[in-house]
């Protein structure tokens, strides 16, 4: 962690948490998910930054991984809870930051990951296991009558890696990794009214390229062309070129250049709600890029 690289982050963070703002206020009963989520990936872009993956509007029971299909026209309802998570890089230093967007009458649900994540950042600093922070998310959860989701967890962050080490979990456990000064990290408590586990739904609209193989595919040719710039981070389908893109893509899951992101629920009927900031440990706490 050089001055260069702490920038790169921060600057991400600054950026990642304006626009994450500017997308949530976005979202009222009628309004198109697309226009939402074109608006806060252009204006990653306008900042002179880059898009880390894409903008994830995931609502009521729905947890993570939905984002806007090509030539989508789903609007905002009534009641809607709307977790809104958005990823920043510069220069490949990422800034991962989200959170819930209420449009009926949940706010202790929201306030449950809320307040789950401010305990837990203020836990951080060398020495404290992972497993302390699960604890503290999750007692903060359930002291408000909710379930934390217990297979959705934060994660580290690296130069275009959007999911290393550490993993830091939203139950306790025992021990687990110490904290160390220099890492970076997402924390990001989700909050439900359901199971507290989350099921992969059959749609899939976000995917990551894994490894590189050569192909023969002219459709394949051109998904891996269009994502050369990502850098192997993650991207949407409606990003692609359309002619014959599921024929591409299954293709190249079934080679197993391409790791898919299904939508991913708790049971139907549940409210999900989330909070996310990233932050790089310091030698006696943490900075938080994302606030």
Sequence with gaps: MNDDIFTHYTHAGVIANKILHQA????????????????AENAIIEEGAGIAFPLNISRNEAAAHDTARYEDD???????????????????????????????????????????????????????????????????IESRGYRPVANLT????????????????????????????????????????????????????IFQQTSMKPVRLRAAKKVLNAIRSNNGLP???????????????????????????????DVPGSLVSQAEHTLIVTEDGCVVTTA
């Excluded at 206020?25 to 198109?32: D, T």
């Excluded at 220099?182 to 989700?190: H, L, N, R, S, T």
């Design 154 to 205: 934060g994660h580290g962050l690296g130069r275009f890696l959007l999911h290393e080490k550490p993993t830091i979990p939203n139950i306790g456990i025992q021990g687990g990794p110490a904290i160390e000064e220099g890492m970076v990290f997402a924390i990001e408590p989700f909050a439900t009214t359901g199971s507290g586990y989350v099921s992969e739904s059959p749609r899939v609209e």
């Design 235 to 265: 991207f949407a389908k409606r990003m692609l070129p359309q002619n014959k893109v599921d024929l591409a893509l299954s293709t190249l899951r079934r080679q197993q250049i391409l790791h898919a992101y299904p939508v991913l629920h």
């Design 74 to 140: 789903r609007t905002f309802a009534a009641s809607d809870l709307v977790k809104v998570d958005l990823g920043v890089h510069v220069e490949g230093y990422i800034a991962d930051t989200a959170l819930t967007v209420d449009l009926g009458k949940n706010d202790l649900l929201v306030e449950a990951s809320r307040a789950a994540l401010d305990r837990a950042i203020a836990m951080v600093r060398p020495g404290v296991t992972v497993g302390e922070i699960g604890a503290s998310i999750q007692e903060e």
């Design 24 to 39: 949530a206020g976005m979202v009222r009963e009628g309004v198109l998910i697309a226009e939402v989520v074109e608006t």
